[in-house]
Each structure stands twice: as structure tokens, then as C-alpha cells.
């Protein structure tokens, strides 16, 4: 069992169902979506560039995934979580748009976000002692000789590369493509989520996800709503 910690919109909200549409998952029911129709783009076509990032679905990660170390539990998890939502406000993000990072797309903020990587930060720092040390195969499989020097400190002092000043926020939708794709895709892309994309995203709880086995999807476990409750926007 593994959990991590991250942003995804309410079930209901209509960023969750264009994302589970185009994934072809639904990341709190772990059940199959119809890939949308779009012009210029084939369903088969979508669900390949979109088998990477289906399995751990819609999110943006803060505390990418962990075991739990020695002494600690889910139920300790839970209650840590619940109380630390309740101590950070909402964050608004304007300017969440359909992005490349990479070869690979998803939905990035054209501007920098003060408050979200403060945010993130804080997620990182505040439940690093419930995640067990990586083994040495999981550090492999990360491939440290890629990473830059503060990338390779952060993998070891924090398990994951992209944290803290390495942080962007993004919310993966594709796999890696090749760049003769991209104008296309791209193109697909904004017309699928531009619509759900109208208003801006607000991130106002803080979702659990588990990996019940290793290798399996990723599903919500629950939300926890950030902030006063009047500021609280909730499934």
C-alpha cells in the first residue's frame, strides 16, 4: 500500500469529469470513461497518449507517493491530514491552462503562484515522518544520474526530485509524445477542457490517493476540505 498527497477537484466538479473523459478513468470510482470524440483526434489515439498518467489519475501531487514508516498508520495519517487542511486557506488558481512540460502535456499556470508553492512546501515538510526511506531500487528507478544537484538532495532528503524550489504544479494528461504531435494534440486538447477551464480552479481540499498493490490504479481515499468552513468547497 502506498498514499500520497494531492490536489484533484471534487467528483462532481467539471474539471474532474472532462479529465476522467479524456484519462478514461475516474480517479474516485477507479471505473472506465468513454474517451470524448474530438475532431482530429481517434479514441484509440487518446487512450494510448493517455495510458501513463490513467493509472495514477487526475491530480497534481504534493507528497508523492510513500510508504508509511515504521510506527506509523493510515488511521495516524487520516487525523494529521484532516487537522493540517483545516490550518491552510484556498488557493486560487488563475491561469491554469493546457500546457507542455516536456514532451508531455497537462494543464500548467502560465504565471507563478506564491501561494501554491507555499502550499505544496508545507505538504512535503508536514508529513515527511510518515514516509518510510526509499530502498535503493526505488532511488534506481527514479534515475538519479538525470537529475540536477538540488533534484538529487531532494530525492534523498524529501523522496521525490521535484519538490520545494524544484516544485511546478501541473496536472499530468498525457504520456511522453513526439513533437511532430503536439500542435495537434494540443489543439484537441484545449478544445476538450477549455470549456471547464472557463472559471478559475479552486484548490480548496487537500485528496488522499492509495495504491492498494504496487502497480495498481490510484484512487481517491478522501478529501479534506481546506481553510474556515465557510470557505470550504466540498464533493
Not at 132 to 157: D, G, K, V, Y
Not at 203 to 218: C, D, K, T, W, Y
Amino acid at each position: 500500500m502506498r498514499y500520497a498527497i494531492c490536489f484533484t477537484p471534487p467528483s462532481g466538479d467539471p474539471l474532474t469529469l472532462a479529465a476522467a473523459s479524456w484519462l478514461g478513468r475516474n480517479v474516485y470510482s477507479g471505473y472506465p470513461v468513454d474517451h470524448p470524440g474530438l475532431k482530429g483526434l481517434g479514441i484509440h489515439e487518446i487512450a494510448f497518449h493517455t495510458a501513463m498518467p490513467r493509472r495514477v489519475g487526475f491530480h497534481a501531487t504534493f507528497k508523492a507517493p510513500f510508504r508509511l514508516s515504521e510506527g506509523s498508520s493510515e488511521t495516524a495519517l487520516l487525523r494529521e491530514l484532516m487537522h493540517f487542511a483545516g490550518t491552510m486557506e484556498p488557493v486560487v488558481l488563475d491561469g491554469l491552462n493546457v500546457g507542455r512540460i516536456g514532451d508531455v502535456y497537462g494543464l500548467v499556470l502560465d504565471r507563478p503562484c506564491a501561494e501554491i508553492d507555499y502550499l505544496a512546501a508545507s505538504v512535503v515538510q508536514a508529513f515527511d515522518g510518515f514516509r518510510a526511506p526509499l530502498t535503493e531500487m526505488e532511488i534506481e528507478r527514479r534515475n538519479p544520474e538525470r537529475l540536477s544537484a538540488p533534484q538529487f538532495s531532494n530525492l534523498h532528503r524529501w523522496g521525490h526530485a521535484y519538490v520545494m524550489d524544484e516544485f511546478r504544479f501541473h496536472m499530468t494528461l498525457t504520456g511522453p509524445l513526439l513533437a511532430r504531435d503536439f500542435s495537434r494534440i494540443e489543439q484537441a486538447m484545449r478544445a476538450h477542457f477549455d470549456q471547464s477551464l472557463s472559471e478559475p480552479v479552486v484548490v480548496s481540499n487537500l485528496a488522499l490517493f492509495i495504491e492498494p498493490e504496487q502497480g495498481a490504479p490510484f484512487v481517491v481515499h478522501s478529501l479534506h476540505p481546506m481553510g474556515r468552513v465557510s470557505n470550504r468547497k466540498t464533493a
